[in-house]
């Protein structure tokens, strides 16, 4: 029951195909020229200073490292004026090390997330939110998080007084493209350990030299001898399609071609519970306190930003930390006993927590994933009272009932290309089509009775404010699920009602419908301005005298700025209609008024 | 006779200055990678007979620029693909990067030039940016005997980590315009005996003045181009280019396949 059929698909995929197989020679300066969207970045781009472009990709880069006498410590800062407070420090130096002596020998690689300090404004603010318009929701940059990705080196080393090398090379960055950065941690981190400093500095110089993160373009990425290709998705690409395709022909010494910035292996992440994947589903869905008990900071990490994209396209609202410590600063708000637990999900290595977060609801434990045999038996949610604090076996530890039947389909089918080896690549493929479709299934009745709560055409009229969005009602909308609830795309029968009711009260609700509440206003705000360009204003301007009209230009400018600041999905030609408007407005009024109001309005 | 292909619709076309028809020339016979008039038949042919597929799947070409500090490569590069002379020095941190498209007999093909920093400080580094190098570049001064002596240290580093018999090894000589005509014929004679020592192509030229810029690159161009195809042909040999593509865009699908075809595709 696909909403979309296979064909469509194919479809789909045969295009960027030949895309991947022809652009490769895109250089960085053409990127910049290249069209999407309204036109303005290409003066942005060429107004960029040193470390602008830098500093849209990245924050800064860290080396942690051990100190006999300080323990953890960040020892470069790179670019050297970065700036980090004290506490984000802290994090950093905790987070990019494993917490437990989980005997991670050689190189890890996991990824952690940790709250900004407050205060610190970047002056390239509203130039980076231009790349944000176009981002999948799930992609935008994090508001008031960073990301940490790692690259974490344990190795012997006999002429080190601790007899172990232990570093860290950390990139801080805003943006969840998850893979993109572990990527490229590979290609920065084994140089950097081998030869320092100037391997850093050049990675720097490379990367401040990347055309900008924008959405829909297909970006070339020199870095380190190495060219990258990757493509950051748009709000409007449909869901499930990737428009660059992995070319095995690559030469991958001389480019490495990203089908994903972001998306991790969920067949991988979830293979240890793939049981439970449809329960973990709604629990993610639902914003329930979720905890991962892992053997690594790779397992953690990568398990909670599965469990986070398993409701891609819809926007996991509350905290997450793929990679969570006692050092945490929100450790004592996150683990206090006298609330509920929090609507957050914590990935966690320590066997610490074990016992801390006993009385959490949902527990996930992950084994040592090398035991991959255990997952072609059945397994049954483990009660919550079996849990020890130590040495539990793998699996979910909870109470909860899921809303929706099992659906066995899938199980049988993962199943079943387990014992063909099917390769990860198309189980993963499989198993995020179906939280696709799952979650559309879901989350399309709510878009339909939203878009309903959109005033009618005709009760815009250009001389009033535009009208308001009508209120969000439960009941009606529950109602709307009889005829047209996820039955229409979802065969999957139970109790859906509650699954709404529940959703409904949760931080996931309240972030979507901020949302989309917020594109409907920019919409009507749209659609009112498009009515004023059609009016005849001169007839108006006759109407009326001579203040009013004063008055009326000074609104229209304020109109013109303000879709120009929001960037207004108008229809084109909107704003140059609007400005011949208040042009043609103007010369009807006196000389001295004319000349008073030519002056540019200061925005 | 460019032909362009109908999907690249998401690029602007190659540059009408980009396109190679014949084999340039090289600038010395007596230090030339090669002196034939015209480029290798058997590319011609499957130029022609658009069997594009086969050149496509190499289309780009690795191109290192390695020498002393201040000898001019960020210049050269600059002057070939910007059209522009900064006669302010500033050293290049780590490396610097270009890609340059140009449509060879028909086909499109790039180079990515790497101009790596002269600096003693980032010696340590280069070696990551030498890899998978298809062309060196070795570039010194016509005007500094001891940038042309060494070059020999330069290729020997770059040479660490490529296949020896595998890459295009050219020697230029930079700031021709400097010199006066005596002085330059000394040095080359220096340099042309150096470069058939190492088994490079020699060339002279001016950033400053373009004089020899656009016809070198074109010949590094067409030189990588035609090494790359003869490769491929001998690679895929009687194979129809047309398979080979629809292998890949099968074994594409079957990862983006919906739950109903997935039961023929993986059997």
Redesign the interface.
């Known amino acids: 029951m696909?909403l979309q059929g296979?064909e469509e698909?194919?479809e789909q995929?045969?295009e960027p195909?030949?895309?991947g197989?022809?652009?490769?020679?895109?250089?960085?300066?053409?990127e910049i020229?290249?069209n999407v969207g309204p036109g303005r970045e290409e003066d942005t781009d060429s107004l960029l200073l040193p470390w602008d472009r830098f500093s849209a990709w990245l924050h800064c880069i860290c080396v942690v490292g051990f100190d006999l006498e300080l323990g953890q410590a960040v020892e470069v800062i790179y670019p050297h004026h970065s700036k980090l407070s004290e506490k984000e420090k802290t994090s950093i130096c905790y987070l990019s090390f494993p917490d437990s002596n989980s005997g991670c020998l050689g190189d890890t690689q996991f990824c952690f997330r940790f709250r900004q300090a407050s205060g610190r404004k970047s002056s390239l603010g509203c130039f980076l939110d231009q790349f944000d318009r176009d981002a999948p929701v799930c992609l935008k940059r994090d508001q008031g998080h960073y990301y940490g990705y790692v690259y974490f080196r344990q190795v012997r080393d006999k002429s080190l007084k601790r007899g172990y090398f232990q570093k860290s090379l950390v990139l801080i960055s805003k943006l969840p493209y998850v893979m993109f950065f572990h990527s490229l941690l590979k290609l920065i981190a084994p140089?950097y350990f081998e030869?320092?400093e100037?391997?850093l500095?050049?990675?720097c110089?490379?990367i401040d030299?990347w055309p900008t993160p924008h959405p829909g373009k297909?970006l070339?990425l020199?870095i380190?001898?190495?060219?990258m290709k990757v493509r950051i998705p748009t709000c409007y690409d449909k869901p499930?399609?990737?428009q660059l395709?992995?070319?095995?022909?690559n030469?991958n010494?001389?480019?490495i071609i990203l089908p994903t910035v972001h998306e991790v292996d969920l067949f991988t992440c979830f293979h240890p519970v793939f049981f439970h994947i449809q329960m973990l589903w709604e629990l993610v869905l639902l914003g329930e306190a979720l905890v991962v008990m892992a053997p690594s900071p790779a397992e953690s990490s990568d398990t909670v930003l599965a469990l986070v994209s398993c409701i891609s396209p819809l926007r996991y609202c509350s905290d997450f930390r793929p990679y969570f410590t006692i050092h945490d600063s929100e450790f004592k708000e996150y683990t206090t006993r006298t609330q509920a637990p929090p609507s957050v999900i914590l990935g966690v290595t320590n066997p610490f927590f074990a016992k801390t977060l006993q009385h959490w609801p949902h527990i996930i434990r992950i084994g040592d994933m090398k035991q991959a045999g255990e997952t072609v038996k059945q397994m049954k949610v483990k009660k919550l009272k079996n849990l020890k604090t130590l040495d539990s076996k793998p699996g979910v530890y909870s109470a909860y009932k899921p809303f929706l039947n099992k659906d066995e389909?899938i199980i049988k089918?993962l199943q079943k290309?387990v014992q063909?080896k099917?390769?990860s690549?198309?189980q993963?493929?499989?198993l995020r089509?179906y939280f696709l479709e799952l979650t559309q299934s879901f989350i399309i009745p709510l878009e339909r009775y939203v878009a309903s709560l959109m005033p009618l055409q005709k009760n815009i009229c250009p001389w009033k404010s535009p009208p308001q969005l009508r209120p969000f009602l439960q009941d009606v909308f529950m109602k709307t699920l009889e005829k047209a609830g996820p039955q229409l795309t979802s065969p999957l029968k139970g109790d859906w009602m509650g699954l709404y009711r529940q959703f409904l009260r949760c931080p996931n609700f309240d972030g979507w419908f901020r949302n989309r509440r917020r594109e409907m206003m920019k919409k009507l705000e749209a659609l009112h301005l498009e009515a004023v360009c059609e009016e005849d204003l001169q007839v108006r301007v006759q109407q009326h005298t001579e203040v009013e009209t004063v008055d009326l230009v000074l609104k229209l400018k304020d109109k013109l700025t303000q879709a120009q600041r929001e960037q207004l999905p108008l229809r084109p030609g909107t704003l140059t209609k609007l400005q011949a408007h208040i042009d043609s407005v103007i010369l009807s009024l006196p000389d001295d008024l004319q000349g008073i109001l030519h002056k540019p309005s200061t925005p | 006779m460019s032909v362009r292909v109908p999907s690249m619709s998401v690029l602007p076309p190659v540059r009408k200055d980009r396109v190679i028809a014949q084999l340039p020339q090289c600038y010395s016979k007596k230090a030339a990678v090669q002196t034939k008039d015209e480029f290798n038949s058997k590319v011609k042919t499957a130029c022609q007979e658009q069997r594009t597929g086969t050149v496509g799947r190499f289309k780009i070409a690795k191109v290192i620029v390695v020498g002393d500090l201040a000898v001019g490569k960020t210049c050269l590069i600059n002057r070939f693909c910007k059209d522009a002379f900064d006669k302010n020095y500033k050293a290049t941190i780590g490396v610097d990067f270009e890609m340059e498209r140009f449509e060879v007999l028909g086909v499109p093909f790039s180079l990515q030039l790497w101009d790596t920093a002269g600096q003693e400080r980032f010696k340590c580094i280069a070696s990551t940016y030498y890899r998978g190098a298809q062309t060196i570049v070795i570039v010194f001064d016509v005007n500094d005997v001891a940038s042309l002596r060494h070059a020999r240290q330069w290729l020997e580093d770059a040479l660490k980590e490529n296949d020896p018999t595998n890459v295009q090894l050219f020697l230029v000589g930079t700031k021709k315009d400097l010199s006066s005509p005596a002085q330059y014929s000394q040095i080359e004679q220096d340099a042309i005996k150096l470069a058939e020592e190492i088994k490079a192509e020699y060339w002279a030229l001016s950033s400053l003045t373009g004089e020899n810029v656009r016809e070198f690159f074109f010949r590094v161009a067409s030189l990588a181009f035609e090494v790359n195809v003869l490769a491929e042909l001998e690679k895929s040999g009687s194979r129809h280019i047309g398979d080979v593509i629809k292998i890949n865009s099968n074994s594409n699908n079957l990862y983006a396949t919906s739950k109903k075809k997935q039961s023929n595709c993986c059997q």
Do not use: F, H, W, Y
Not at chain 1, 224 to 227: I, L, S
């Open positions: 696909a296979s698909i194919e995929l045969a195909e030949e895309i197989d022809e652009d490769v020679s895109i250089s960085p300066a053409e020229t290249l140089e030869k320092q100037p391997c500095e050049a990675a110089n490379d030299r297909i070339v020199p380190m001898g190495t060219v499930g399609t990737s395709v992995q070319s095995t022909q030469d010494l001389v480019s389909d089918q290309g063909q099917r390769p690549a198309a993963n493929a499989i089509r």
